[in-house]
Every structure is written in structure tokens, then in C-alpha cells.
């Protein structure tokens, strides 16, 4: 069985409160962050100071305290690991100040740290210890470094058998917010600002998710009305076009049957503008026809209306 280990012991100095208790949405950042890795392990075991205040936990998550303060994340993996009931072999351990923790992230680094004591991000020569997997024999390891005041946590990496994790083996959470401390307060203002864009966000792949439907069942209407009025297509070899070619090319193809998917690649929210990335594979079949296969990239430019709709403005279309 896998467990979750969240350390909320911090001081909290640069940011001038406990960490643990800063709202978050309508949650604290701890409530959410174990909220985050409960979905995919269980128990939970939050490490906390001694005497330290926590906000209302679930009756399932383990608490315990650090045996001593100030001695760093080997500390609080000692705590958590022992803590963790027998059947857990292994616990993906993290921080309480990660709200934007990517739950595919944590997949990943639990597959890659399979048949090693521990699996740990690594960038640019530096580790992530409190965004690693650690298997329960690296618990006697910890405490024997910790009785020789050997506290930095690559002393336990050069011990164990140690799975290092570089950002490019990963599939998921290509901007690392798994990674990203909340230090300062204004690390805290730029994470809330991000958790409010996610509505745009939702909004902007419902709208692609409108189009690639309405483009299968010929609903030309329906893409059309997911477009600004001064809309700018672009493709390979032809001059830039607006909604109204758009339209009539439509209607000249509209016996032909669409079929295929959108991958976003890349989505930014900037405001009132936002761009995205997708990957697209069709089959368009002429009538009577043989389906032909295209596939590529285009390069979307999105405008937020004064009603809060997200229209398409500009595309720069790839697809061969």
C-alpha cells in the first residue's frame, strides 16, 4: 500500500504566518493539499511542530509531531514515516504549502519509483526531497543520519537506492507548479490569482471541445458562433481570411463527414486574452470518397467577452 506524508511543520518566516492555515479557495492550502493527495493515496499522515494548530483535518488523516524542531525535511520524513501504519511499504511525501500539487504528477513519480527506495526530482544537479516517494527501509537510514547530525537530505540519496527523476521523463505538469513552493506572500497572491483562472481555463477547452463537436455533425452554425466577428484564420500558402470565407467555405464541404480529435498541448490565460496549443487528428471523408488523414498544429488566440464568453479571435492553422 502507498500512503501520502504531508509536512506542515514549517516556520512560515518569509511568509509571516503558518502556511498551513493561509485560505486557499474555500479551503486552507494544507486542507487542500491532502485533500489533493488523498485522491490517489491512502492514509494520510500530516506532520506537524510540536504544538502547532492545524485546521480541521478528515477523521482518517494520521497526525503526528516532529520529535525535534528545526532540523529540516529529514526530520519530518522521520516523523511520517514512522507513523505510517504496517501495511503502507511506501509514501509519496510532499510539503503543505504545494497547492497547486498536479495529481498526475504524483502517478508518475509513484511508476518510476517502483523497485527503488526512493525516487526524487531532480534539476539542474539540485533535488526536490518533499516532492520524492520514500519506501519504508529508508527510515533506518534517516534515523542514523539524523543521530550524526547529518541533515541534508542528499546524504540519504547517496545511501538508498535512489530513483533521480528528471522533468523531461515526465508526461504530466510540463510547468512544474507540483514543485512550487509558496514562500512570500506574493508567491501566495500569484498561486490564488492562477486558482481563479481556472474557469477560464475550463471555459477555453469547453469551447474546443464545442468546435471538434460541432465540426463532426456538420453544425457549421455552431462553429461559427464560437468565433469573433473579426476573426483571422491563417494557413499554409494563401492569404489570411475572415468569418465570412470561413462560412461559405463551410457550406461548399458540408456533405463531408469530420471526424477526429483536439489535444490541448498548452494553454496560458492572460487576462482577457488567452492563447492555446493543439495537436489535431482528423479523418475527413469526401462523399463517396476515400477518408484521408491529416494531422498538426494550430496556434489559437482566444478573446474573453463583456458576457464572459471565450471566443476564438485568430488561428494559425497547421494541419497537413
Not at 486557499?24 to 502547532?52: C, K, N, S, W, Y
Not at 482518517?60 to 529529514?74: F, H, N, Q
Request: proline letters at 6%.
Amino acid at each position: 500500500m502507498t500512503a501520502g506524508i504531508v509536512l506542515a511543520g514549517g516556520k512560515s518566516t518569509r511568509m509571516g504566518t503558518s502556511k498551513a492555515s493561509l485560505p486557499f479557495g474555500d479551503e486552507t492550502m494544507l486542507q487542500r493539499v491532502v485533500r489533493i493527495l488523498g485522491g490517489l493515496v491512502h492514509p494520510i499522515v500530516v506532520v506537524a511542530a510540536a504544538g502547532q494548530d492545524l485546521p480541521p483535518l478528515p477523521a482518517d488523516v494520521i497526525i503526528t509531531r516532529d520529535e525535534r524542531e528545526g532540523r529540516g525535511p529529514l526530520e519530518g520524513l522521520r516523523a511520517g514515516l514512522k507513523a505510517l501504519p504496517p501495511d503502507a511499504e511506501r509514501a509519496y511525501v510532499t510539503s503543505c504549502d504545494v497547492p497547486l500539487l498536479v495529481p498526475s504528477f504524483v502517478s508518475e513519480m509513484l511508476a518510476l519509483a517502483e523497485g527503488h527506495d526512493a525516487a526524487v526530482m531532480e534539476i539542474d544537479g539540485f533535488t526536490h526531497p518533499l516532492s520524492a516517494v520514500y519506501s519504508r527501509a529508508t527510515l533506518s537510514h534517516v534515523e542514523d543520519l539524523l543521530a550524526h547530525e547529518r541533515l541534508r537530505p542528499v546524504f540519504l540519496y547517496e545511501r538508498v537506492d535512489t530513483r533521480r527523476v528528471r522533468p523531461v521523463e515526465l508526461k504530466s505538469d510540463p510547468e512544474l507548479r507540483s514543485l512550487r513552493n509558496l514562500n512570500t506572500p506574493d508567491d501566495y497572491q500569484a498561486a490564488l490569482k492562477e486558482i481563479l483562472m481556472t474557469s477560464d481555463e475550463q471555459a477555453i477547452r469547453e469551447v474546443v471541445d464545442t468546435w471538434m463537436r460541432a465540426s463532426r455533425a456538420g453544425d457549421t452554425a455552431t462553429v461559427l458562433s464560437l468565433m469573433t466577428d473579426d476573426v483571422v484564420f491563417m494557413t499554409p500558402g494563401r492569404e489570411p481570411f475572415g468569418k465570412d470565407v470561413f462560412r461559405s467555405q463551410s457550406g461548399a464541404i458540408e456533405d463531408v463527414q469530420i471526424d477526429g480529435r483536439a489535444e490541448i498541448v498548452e494553454l496560458k490565460v492572460l487576462g482577457d486574452w488567452a492563447y492555446l496549443r493543439n495537436h489535431i487528428d482528423l479523418t475527413i471523408t469526401p462523399p463517396g470518397g476515400t477518408p484521408q488523414k491529416r494531422a498538426g498544429y494550430t496556434l489559437t488566440l482566444l478573446q474573453k467577452q463583456a458576457d464572459g464568453r471565450w471566443l476564438l479571435a485568430r488561428d494559425a492553422n497547421l494541419v497537413t
